[in-house]
């Protein structure tokens, strides 16, 4: 916001004679001027030009002399009264000015003079006596005590910005207003329109250029956030990247993923949906997961990237055997095993992204094993809405245990699962960090736009609420659909 000042035309009625000398003396000069928006005016002192050099110093003196005597001889007048109209007072203060000022002056309020007549600063609120002086804003100020409200020091620019009755300086206002980008720290810049363009996250709020989408900057493949330039992501080494807070409760091989793998069949137990069958479990790259996709016959997935399978062919998959040890700015010394999976049931394994966080790879298991419990109960030619849906339902009410225990009287996993020993409690909490990743998330299931795990959770979950899920089971094997 730029300030402006516009000086009002005086308008009066009959004019003392006193008035009648003054408007003869300055006949032909304008009271009606315009300020330059976001400009202040300096005043009085040595460093006056244009009108001031056109009028004789002893013009100024006689002047002076009149308006000093004037206002002397009002002061002696009983009661305080004083010759003419206060229209005539400020009519010889606002021709006083003009003498003393730039054709620019801004229009002068009662209220900047004191009770001997001098002009008060807005500033310290003290008397401003000769030498220069600010017109702006409608009020003077000493040219030390026009302040910029964000860094407190004096604004000496030609140009200023003003928000409210507050002025600053046009960078300091930039600093305060403009956003930033998160990623690269400058300023976001203008669009061809001249507007502010950026992208922000739904979730994290972080703002960011819109170049940096189609640029080489990194995307955590957990929480969906940018690198930004002041920190380093760990590349996983199959194209993926992970950020330092994901990466922190991150599970990394085969072998530390059983605890958690288990707790959450127990999660399943103890909802009275016991998987009887021994599934094996497999923590794979990107690689592994999606030739084991593509060996599959059967079964929807989730575009642009799967992060979880559930067998029903038997195949040969690379597994990750070992955890990979920090190196640089990625994991390295990575052991994996081929394994050959056998079809003894329904469901032959559970394969898994490895490097995850613990709540994300414990919501991509148990969406996984709620495939296994389905096929392993007999449910047949299910559409992706109602699979998908409610293996959702299921991955976002074992996520609700862990962040928001007792949310839906079910127990937590949590002391059964410390599953990272990277930064994983080894009483079983959980950072604030981890429990805002969950929150994650689970707010990425609620706003999945897909039809299949977006709306089909949606669907599922409204009539997990309304009916319960034993039920809403019930209903689905018989029908094939939710209720309604």
Request: aromatic share 8%; with cysteine; charged share 25%.
């Amino acid at each position: 916001m730029s300030s402006s000042s516009v000086n009002q035309p005086f308008t009066f009625g009959r004019k003392s004679r006193f008035m009648r000398w003054l408007s003869k003396l300055f006949k032909g000069g304008s009271a009606n001027m315009s300020v330059p928006a976001g400009r202040p005016q300096f005043l009085g002192g040595e460093d006056m030009n244009m009108d001031d050099h056109s009028r004789t110093s002893k013009e100024k003196e006689e002047l002076d002399r009149s308006i000093a005597r004037s206002l002397a001889k009002d002061s002696k007048r009983p009661n305080g009264q004083r010759r003419g109209t206060g229209k005539d007072e400020d009519l010889a203060r606002s021709l006083h000015d003009n003498l003393n000022s730039s054709s620019h002056a801004p229009s002068h309020t009662p209220w900047d003079y004191n009770a001997r007549g001098c002009r008060k600063c807005s500033g310290c609120h003290g008397d401003i006596g000769s030498g220069n002086y600010l017109g702006c804003m409608g009020t003077f100020f000493h040219p030390e005590c026009f302040l910029c409200h964000a860094c407190g020091l004096p604004i000496t620019e030609y140009e200023f910005s003003l928000s409210g009755n507050k002025s600053y300086h046009k960078s300091c206002f930039k600093e305060l207003t403009h956003p930033k980008c998160e990623v690269c720290h400058q300023f976001i810049p203008t669009n061809g329109a001249g507007l502010i363009e950026y992208r922000c996250h739904p979730f994290w709020s972080q703002k960011y250029c819109p170049s940096h989408e189609n640029d080489d900057t990194k995307r955590c493949c957990s929480c969906e956030r940018l690198e930004s330039r002041n920190t380093r992501y760990v590349s996983l080494g199959d194209g993926r990247s992970l950020c330092l807070e994901c990466m922190e409760s991150a599970i990394v091989d085969t072998g530390d993923c059983q605890q958690l793998y288990h707790a959450i069949r127990d999660f399943y137990e103890g909802m009275n949906m016991t998987i009887d069958q021994q599934v094996p479990m497999l923590l794979v790259e990107r690689q592994a997961l999606n030739e084991a996709i593509e060996g599959e016959k059967h079964g929807f997935h989730h575009m642009p990237e799967t992060r979880g399978l559930c067998l029903s062919e038997e195949q040969t998959v690379t597994s990750i055997l070992k955890r990979p040890r920090m190196g640089g700015r990625g994991l390295i010394g990575i052991r994996t095993q081929p394994q050959k999976l056998t079809r003894k049931c329904e469901v032959t394994a559970i394969l898994v992204l490895y490097g995850l966080p613990r709540l994300l790879t414990g919501a991509i298991l148990a969406h996984e094993l709620m495939h296994a419990w389905l096929r392993l109960k007999g449910f047949r030619n299910l559409s992706p809405e109602v699979e998908e849906g409610i293996c959702q339902v299921l991955s976002q009410m074992w996520l609700e245990s862990e962040v928001m225990p007792g949310s839906r009287n079910m127990p937590s996993t949590s002391t059964a699962s410390s599953s990272s020993t990277w930064s994983y409690s080894k009483k079983g909490g959980k950072s604030g960090v981890e429990n805002k990743l969950g929150e994650f998330f689970m707010h990425q299931i609620a706003h999945d736009a897909s039809p299949a795990y977006g709306a089909g959770f949606r669907a599922a979950n409204a009539a997990v609420n309304k009916y319960g899920l034993r039920r809403t089971l019930d209903h689905i094997r018989l029908t094939g659909s939710f209720p309604v």
